[in-house]
């Protein structure tokens, strides 16, 4: 018999955009009864102010599958970046969890056996709904497909580290990264 899809958990991450509307997302993915549902199940039990994870759905009473938990990591503050948050970000989550399903990296067979836990950026400074979906579905499926195909690889990470680290909030100098 073939071993399952995720016996344990398979983790991922990806951004996308740049700006105010860029999308950032970290996601775990397990089967039922494994230590993903331990931590999905206390998630959703145990808010914290201002971070109160919620089942992302496709539309209302219809929750995406696998069934996937969206944590965010900004407390949603004023009109736009709720809706940003609870709107455009939570579509984008649905529909890219929904088209790696679609595309085979998530067996359909298997949907009903797993969950994800997804942590996803908005930035407050959000200023459009639109771009922040887009982005956020091309975060959640490159998100989904690192997790399922395990990349980067270790040797990708070193030649990325020999290059420097950099993000959209940092990037050290040729000073600063001198030894």
């Given at each position: 018999?073939?071993?399952?899809?995720?016996?344990?958990?398979?983790?991922?991450?990806?951004?996308?955009?740049?700006?105010?509307?860029?999308a950032?997302?970290?996601?775990?993915?397990?089967?039922?009864?494994?230590?993903v549902?331990t931590?999905?199940?206390?998630?959703?039990?145990?808010?914290?102010?201002?971070?109160?994870?919620?089942?992302?759905?496709?539309?209302?009473?219809?929750?995406?599958?696998?069934?996937?938990?969206?944590?965010?990591?900004?407390?949603?503050?004023?009109?736009?970046?709720?809706?940003?948050?609870?709107?455009?970000?939570?579509?984008?989550?649905?529909?890219?969890?929904?088209?790696?399903?679609?595309?085979?990296?998530?067996?359909?067979e298997?949907?009903?056996?797993?969950?994800?836990?997804?942590?996803?950026?908005?930035?407050?400074?959000?200023?459009?709904?639109?771009?922040?979906?887009?982005?956020?579905?091309?975060?959640?499926?490159?998100?989904?497909?690192?997790?399922?195909?395990?990349?980067?690889?270790?040797?990708?990470?070193?030649?990325?580290?020999?290059?420097?680290?950099?993000?959209?909030?940092?990037?050290?100098?040729?000073?600063?990264?001198?030894?």
């Open positions: 018999m073939p071993s399952p899809f995720a016996p344990t958990a398979l983790i991922g991450e990806s951004f996308v955009g740049e700006g105010a509307n860029a950032h997302t970290n996601i775990v993915i397990g089967r039922k009864g494994g230590p549902e931590a999905w199940a206390t998630a959703l039990a145990t808010p914290s102010a201002g971070h109160v994870p919620f089942m992302t759905v496709v539309r209302p009473s219809v929750p995406v599958k696998p069934l996937t938990l969206f944590v965010a990591k900004a407390a949603a503050e004023g009109e736009l970046h709720q809706r940003a948050t609870w709107g455009s970000a939570q579509a984008g989550l649905a529909q890219g969890v929904a088209d790696a399903v679609d595309e085979g990296l998530v067996p359909a298997e949907a009903d056996d797993l969950l994800i836990i997804a942590a996803v950026w908005v930035n407050p400074a959000v200023d459009d709904l639109d771009v922040s979906f887009r982005n956020q579905r091309a975060a959640a499926y490159g998100a989904v497909r690192a997790a399922v195909t395990g990349t980067p690889t270790v040797t990708e990470i070193q030649a990325a580290a020999k290059e420097g680290p950099a993000n959209p909030f940092y990037t050290p100098t040729a000073e600063v990264l001198a030894r």
